[in-house]
């Protein structure tokens, strides 16, 4: 079974653009989670999907935002890119939604660097 | 609200040796826990988790971890260390309070030394 994948592996943006970062999960899962990794805030919970509907969202501001097709493919968007959102974006999927024994399963991340 | 604190960014061992990551929660409902490993330009692969039961945990490629309550510690570890431990290795736990989300803790870099 394919694990889950992200893409693009690799953006550069400069600042004031958008970027849209597309994950696909595991074939069954239906639930899709973002975090953001940086050397300096660590790993960061961004937003977490499940059956197209946003469950939780972390303490990031409205630039960030996300969506969930029927498919279970999630997508994220940063609008107005600023340099401190450089960053490792990690997607994860889960059978269910998480926060519970369910293991989230992480893709290889979209490293996004904003000159 | 949730919190996870691994004490020591780096931890450097020699080959064959034991390895101990550490790691201590804070929770207010009983948490559930993670181990993941990360290796240069990848994603986070699952080691082990702790949900119920039994408190001592074994994961992939030799690593356990025990739950101890009554310290709120998580700690990793393996007997043998080999060089390809080497990556960096983060802890975690889910509250289901708080709608799911992972917390990590910042991490903890392992260097195994020939």
């Known amino acids: 079974k394919a694990g889950v994948t992200q893409t693009p592996r690799y953006l550069i943006k400069t600042r004031g653009q958008q970027v849209t970062l597309s994950c696909s999960p595991i074939?069954?899962?239906?639930?899709v989670s973002w975090y953001q990794q940086t050397p300096g805030q660590g790993l960061q919970f961004l937003f977490e999907?499940?059956?197209?509907?946003?469950?939780n969202k972390g303490n990031f501001p409205g630039r960030f935002s996300g969506r969930q097709f029927s498919n279970s493919r999630s997508e994220m968007n940063v609008s107005t890119l600023e340099l401190g959102d450089s960053a490792l974006y990690l997607c994860?999927?889960?059978?269910?939604?998480?926060?519970?024994?369910?293991?989230?399963?992480f893709g290889p991340g979209t490293r996004l660097l904003v000159l | 609200a949730q919190s996870v604190t691994q004490l020591g960014s780096h931890v450097s061992v020699s080959e064959g040796a034991l390895v101990l990551l550490r790691c201590n929660y804070s929770?207010?409902?009983?948490?559930?826990l993670f181990w993941y490993v990360q290796y240069p330009n990848q994603g986070l692969q699952l080691l082990l988790k702790?949900?119920?039961?039994?408190?001592l945990v074994k994961g992939i490629n030799g690593f356990e971890a025990e739950f101890k309550k009554s310290e709120t510690s998580f700690h990793l570890t393996k007997p043998s260390a080999h060089m390809s431990d080497a990556a960096e290795y983060f802890c975690?736990?889910?509250?289901?309070?708080?709608?799911?989300?992972?917390?990590f803790g910042q991490g903890t870099e392992l260097s195994v030394k020939p």
């Open positions: 994860a999927s889960s059978l269910a939604p998480g926060g519970g024994q369910e293991t989230q399963y």
């Open positions: 074939s069954g899962h239906r639930s």
């Open positions: 999907y499940f059956s197209e509907t946003q469950r």
């Open positions: 929770s207010s409902v009983p948490p559930y």
């Open positions: 702790y949900t119920t039961g039994a408190t």
């Open positions: 975690a736990v889910s509250d289901y309070n708080q709608g799911g989300k992972l917390i």
